[in-house]
């Protein structure tokens, strides 16, 4: 085996499952697309990432990280100020983000992490809700990593600084979602997300691709995840996506990405 194209996200619910397969190949000594072990297991574990990305200096809103029912009840006491967003701390793929978790009040923090702590078996990270226009920059490269373009994500209906990008969204994209390529913003403000977006992939090590994910509030913008296995579906990717709306057909998106994978393993 010359090169593995390396798309899989790994078995069990374990913060490190991405770096699985990877670490196989590394073990075998095996070339392989995407980011290494280290960097796919930062990534799923979104408080640490969030600490990384902030200390590069991109803006993120404050979290909790509720491990237990004692922890709610502390976070509960301390009076957060609401809104808030809840998510599965070591998830991906939109899971367990859903309509409902953005959380106006105690009653519904109460309710809604302590029936994720259940059901996922893992801590609940609970954040600021940013309130703002949601955005993802797809990033390609190593020597420099470059941001491709990015893209605007709203409902059909009209842009709505509430609007959640959940899992049932997404598996009904088509009726509930327009996508704005390239994004309506000044060109400076466009310049840094595009800055910010290059400034968390090389936080945490990402290699070849990744996709950024950031609202924009009063003209900052504000980091919400990184995926360094971004989906490549050429109908439903959010890269594949913003890619096309860029002018970047699907066959030259992914023949860049091999080109900078085969580049950084001396391949080319």
């Known amino acids: 085996v010359d090169f593995v194209f390396n798309i899989a996200e790994g078995r069990g619910t374990f913060r490190s499952r991405e770096g699985q397969v990877p670490s196989v190949l590394e073990m075998l000594g095996i070339p392989y697309s995407f980011s290494d072990p280290l960097t796919l297991a930062i990534s799923l574990d979104k408080p640490l990432t969030k600490r990384l990305v902030a200390a590069a200096g991109v803006a993120v809103a404050p979290d909790w990280v509720v491990e237990s ?32 978790s953005r959380l106006e009040g105690g009653r519904q923090l109460k309710e809604r992490v302590g029936a994720m702590l259940r059901s996922y078996g893992q801590p609940v990270m609970v954040e600021g809700f940013v309130a703002g226009d949601e955005y993802t920059v797809g990033i390609i490269g190593n020597t420099p990593p470059e941001a491709i373009g990015a893209m605007r994500i709203r409902p059909r209906s009209g842009a709505d600084p509430d609007f959640v990008y959940s899992i049932e969204v997404k598996r009904d994209w088509e009726n509930q979602v327009a996508y704005d390529v390239p994004p309506p913003l000044p060109p400076d403000l466009l ?16 290699r070849d691709v990744a996709r950024v994910d950031f609202r924009i509030r009063d003209g900052v913008p504000v980091f919400l995840e990184i995926n360094p296995l971004p989906g490549l579906s050429p109908v439903y990717g959010d890269l594949p996506i913003l890619s096309r709306g860029m002018g970047l057909a ?13 580049a950084r393993c001396g391949l080319a």
């Open 250 to 262: 699907y066959p030259e998106l992914m023949s860049r990405i091999l080109s900078a994978a085969f």
């Open 69 to 100: 029912e004692s922890d709610l009840d502390r976070l509960l006491l301390s009076d957060p100020p609401f809104p808030l967003f809840a998510k599965p701390a070591f998830e991906g793929s939109s899971k367990g983000i859903r309509g409902n």
């Open 191 to 206: 310049v840094r997300l595009y800055a910010d977006a290059v400034k968390a992939f090389s936080a945490i090590g990402c």
